[in-house]
């Protein structure tokens, strides 16, 4: 296991498609490891293999309930919505306020290629939906909620 370089910025490879997961051997069981390993050390919630420059659909995610290990992941349902700030390892120092949903499933495989399905709401749904934007070359600037729903939302805090 080891740490991988976080590609950041302006890194072209960020705005690439990851191509599907075929082969679930010792190398993938590598990446996936090392992204964990990768991910913990820069105090993230979630890693895209493209993020490490690797043009797998692979993502893990942890929002404080253990390492989700997601291979060819696909969101088959999504519910709700919801306003958060994030932000992104590849991004450093930024973030925005975007729409999400609230509740999201999401069919994935693991590392030995058996498929699964994992819901999230919230945090977790948030999530799985930016890891698994990477994966097809979007960023979260590219999901930034209108000014005006900033602005209310900015409202909201200040009278609580």
């Known amino acids: 296991m080891g740490l991988r370089n976080i590609r950041v910025n302006d890194?072209?490879?960020?705005?690439?498609?990851s191509r599907t997961v075929e082969s679930f051997d010792e190398r993938l069981h590598?990446?996936?490891?090392?992204?964990?390993?990768?991910?913990?050390n820069a105090e993230g919630?979630?890693?895209?293999a493209v993020q490490v420059g690797v043009l797998k659909r692979v993502i893990v995610v942890d929002t404080g309930d253990g390492a989700i290990e997601l291979v060819?992941?696909?969101?088959?349902?999504?519910?709700?919505e919801q306003y958060e700030t994030e932000g992104c390892l590849s991004l450093p120092g930024k973030s925005g306020i975007t729409k999400r949903p609230m509740t999201v499933?999401?069919?994935?495989?693991?590392?030995?290629?058996?498929?699964?399905?994992?819901k999230g709401e919230g945090l977790k749904a948030r999530a799985f939906c930016h890891e698994i934007d990477h994966l097809?070359?979007?960023?979260?600037?590219e999901r930034l909620a209108p000014e005006e729903i900033i602005k209310q939302i900015k409202q909201e805090i200040e009278t609580d």
Not at 11 to 17: A, S
Not at 30 to 40: G, Q, S, V, W
């Open 45 to 48: 919630c979630g890693l895209a």
């Open 30 to 40: 590598t990446l996936i490891d090392d992204m964990k390993d990768t991910m913990y």
């Open 105 to 118: 499933k999401v069919k994935a495989q693991d590392r030995n290629g058996k498929w699964c399905q994992y």
């Open 136 to 141: 097809d070359g979007h960023l979260y600037t």
């Open 11 to 17: 890194d072209p490879i960020l705005k690439k498609k």
């Open 72 to 80: 060819n992941p696909e969101i088959i349902f999504a519910e709700g």
